[in-house]
């Protein structure tokens, strides 16, 4: 989950706000959303299926209410019932099935869009499905995975978080010129950098004493790099969406701390990434 550890916000009443620092802030929401994914993580089966299908439904919401100007009840029940119904799917083991119910829910968002030409709706929302959609259902592939499932899912999730650590860090202490000042103004490069050494520090970690993989060091280090640049790319087309409705967060339903898609930008991103590498590579 993005910045479930790194970008943090309060989870009690606003008057926290002005009695903790920034970064207590951040610790504080750290030690009550991390040890939740963590938790389902290790649970599995249909412990992590509930936590997955709370986060679809949740984003579909956050996605729909944000993304249409009219008929958003109907948009939210078209959209939340369709990926929820995929993800069903995903978890009695029919995920290529499953996908191809997502693709089809974006279909159906793109054709209202169109044939409803009078409301002149955004005709990106048809991105919404396919953005949430297949990430969650490459998470559920992922964690599915008889040998190395747990490994491969906490291995995900603690890259991100790295990437959020190191990035958050690096930004602060160093700064320097932004990377996208339009799309997201405190996004430096020296960030970026930050974000990636700790993910390939963290990765070379994680296969050692958990994963246990026969990948060379070095590679790990890159792979490490080159998914905090992904999970990086996630928070800026995530901010990039937000620019473009001109809302600083996808949702309150996180109290003090934004929403859902806010939370899990840079995972929607890996996770796909992170299915296709152990697809290709059989791990």
Not at 88 to 107: D, K, P
Not at 154 to 172: E, N, P
Not at 208 to 232: D, F, H, K, R, S
Not at 245 to 251: E, G, L, V
Request: charged share 10%; aromatic share 12%.
């Amino acid at each position: 989950m993005k910045n479930i550890i790194a970008d943090v916000g309060a989870m009690g009443p606003s008057v926290l706000s002005t009695n903790l620092s920034s970064l207590q802030l951040r610790i504080l929401s750290a030690l009550v959303l991390a040890p939740i994914a963590v938790g389902a993580v290790y649970l599995g089966g249909p412990y992590f299926a509930v936590f997955l299908a709370l986060s679809t439904a949740a984003m579909s919401y956050e996605w729909c209410q944000t993304s249409f100007v009219k008929n958003k009840s109907s948009y939210i029940i078209l959209v939340t019932i369709w990926l929820l119904f995929s993800l069903y799917l995903g978890f009695e083991g029919y995920i290529q099935i499953a996908f191809i119910t997502v693709l089809i829910c974006a279909i159906g968002v793109i054709s209202l869009t169109w044939f409803r030409r009078e409301e002149r709706e955004w005709k990106g929302a048809f991105l919404g499905p396919i953005y949430i959609g297949v990430p969650v259902l490459c998470l559920m592939a992922l964690r599915d995975d008889i040998e190395n499932g747990f490994n491969l899912t906490i291995f995900l999730f603690f890259i991100v978080w790295a990437t959020d650590i190191g990035a958050y860090f690096a930004g602060r202490s160093i700064g320097g010129p932004k990377i996208a000042p339009s799309i997201s103004p405190n996004k430096t490069w020296a960030g970026l950098l930050g974000g990636m050494a700790a993910s390939a520090i963290v990765a070379v970690l994680l296969n050692m004493y958990l994963l246990q993989l026969e990948i060379a060091p070095g590679m790990l280090m890159l792979i490490g790099a080159l998914l905090a640049v992904v999970a990086q790319s996630g928070d800026f087309a995530e901010s990039g969406w937000k620019r473009r409705f001109a809302i600083k967060d996808a949702s309150n339903l996180i109290p003090g701390h934004g929403g859902v898609l806010d939370r899990l930008d840079g995972v929607l991103f890996v996770a796909p990434v992170l299915y296709m590498i152990k697809t290709l590579v059989g791990f």
